[in-house]
């Protein structure tokens, strides 16, 4: 089972987007009948294995195994990923082209945390080393100091940039996402 499935097509979104479909999408984190799905979600295994047929043929699940019960062939299904991730792409942005980049923008930001689900949606999870870091935190910043927080990250990223982009080795993406935050979240 992969750990993110990222999900570029349409139909594949459309069959995903369907609360019941989730509901057995959950169910199959384990291997399973659609018998065994339906009397957990309380449905009729014809209602369930609908739905898992739907998921096959978007690629969302596949059948690991199979057994015979009183003579009749049932299929063990199993969903493919713990994760399924929407591209954004899917969706576009409403209202047209996006703008010229500008690195203060929210629009900026949101084309990158794009590009850095795509990236690390495509990772080889199978790859027997992904040395990778995820860093988050939060920084309290009078605003009279704003733009020179902001001049001191960019300086300090740019020193990193210039000390380590060179052509040999091993290449590695940085991505730094410095925004206002919001209310918390519960």
């Given amino acids: 089972m992969r750990d ?38 309380e449905q009729t295994p014809q209602r369930v294995y609908y739905h898992v047929k739907q998921l096959a043929a978007a690629g969302l699940v596949e059948q ?27 969706v576009g942005r409403i209202g047209g082209a996006r703008r010229v980049s500008d690195e203060l923008s929210l629009g900026h ?5 794009e590009e850095v689900q795509a990236d690390v949606a495509a990772l080889d999870r199978n790859a027997p080393e992904l040395p990778s870091i995820g860093v ?9 100091h704003r733009q020179e927080f902001l001049h001191d990250l960019q300086s300090t990223l740019q020193d990193l940039f210039t000390r380590y ?11 730094v996402a410095c925004y206002p935050k919001g209310e918390d979240r519960d």
């Fill in 4 to 41: 993110v499935l990222y999900l570029e097509q349409i139909e594949q979104a459309e069959t995903l987007l369907k609360p019941q479909r989730v509901d057995v999408l959950r169910q199959l984190a384990e291997p399973r009948t659609c018998t065994e799905v339906a009397a957990r979600l």
């Fill in 64 to 90: 690991v195994a199979s057994r015979k019960v009183r003579g009749i062939s049932e299929g063990i299904w199993q969903a493919v990923a713990r994760s399924y991730w929407l591209s954004p792409r899917l």
């Fill in 109 to 113: 930001l949101l084309d990158l945390m």
């Fill in 136 to 144: 988050s935190g939060e920084i309290r910043v009078p605003a009279e």
């Fill in 165 to 175: 982009g060179g052509v040999e080795g091993d290449a590695f993406k940085l991505a």
